[in-house]
């Protein structure tokens, strides 16, 4: 079958499309926790519809244990720069983020988070990441996040290979 043609709503998000390795490996921190490392692969692709899917899955640097894992859509709405990001976590967290895509950056922030039943404490109350290209054709997130115990801090950082 002939690969789907990509819907010209996400034309602007094209940027972000393909298999991605963390290099060097992701570098998490926060308040309260010691700074670790972390690998992970991004999937993001589309099948002719006006949206992407993506599919982020961590790993332990050494062990190769999978560690954090979420899943969802990048939606666009048509003839403008608005985006709404639609995750579920492993960890218990199902969110909507929002915000707007401005050349190769996308930079959003949480609108609503649920917590499933026995989600891990301290909970998240806000989330905001941002998403780049940068100069050498690298994929870059940057995650940051307010708990029930701590102020918007960042909690990880990553740079994508294409591979
Ligand atoms: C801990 C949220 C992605 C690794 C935490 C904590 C929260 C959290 C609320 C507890 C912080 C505390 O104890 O004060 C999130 C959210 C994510 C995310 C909302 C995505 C939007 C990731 C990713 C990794 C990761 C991609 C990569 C491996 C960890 C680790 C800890 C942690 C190792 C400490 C141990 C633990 O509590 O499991 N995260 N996280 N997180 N996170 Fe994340």
């Known amino acids: 079958m002939e690969p789907p043609r990509m819907s010209p709503v996400v034309e602007p998000l094209s940027w972000m499309l393909g ?11 926060f308040p309260t926790l010691q700074p670790f490392r972390y690998l992970e692969e991004a999937h993001i692709s589309h099948v002719g519809q006006p949206m ?24 666009l709405e048509p ?45 998240v109350e806000q989330i905001t990441r941002k998403f780049r290209l940068n100069s050498e054709g690298k994929l870059e997130q940057t995650v940051s996040m307010a708990t029930t115990t701590q102020p918007m801090t960042q909690h990880l950082h990553v740079t994508y290979k294409k591979v």
Do not use: Y
Not at 54 to 74: L, N, Q, V, Y
């Open 19 to 29: 298999t991605w390795l963390s290099e060097p490996p992701g570098a998490g921190t």
């Open 79 to 123: 003839d403008t720069n608005k985006v709404a990001f639609v995750s579920a976590q492993n960890t218990g967290i199902v969110e909507v983020e929002e915000g707007e895509v401005n050349g190769q950056e996308l930079c959003i922030a949480s609108h609503s988070i649920a917590r499933i039943s026995f989600a891990k404490e301290p909970h």
């Open 52 to 75: 992407l899917n993506f599919s982020f899955s961590a790993f332990h640097p050494d062990t190769h244990k999978p560690m954090h894992r979420e899943c969802g859509f990048i939606r």
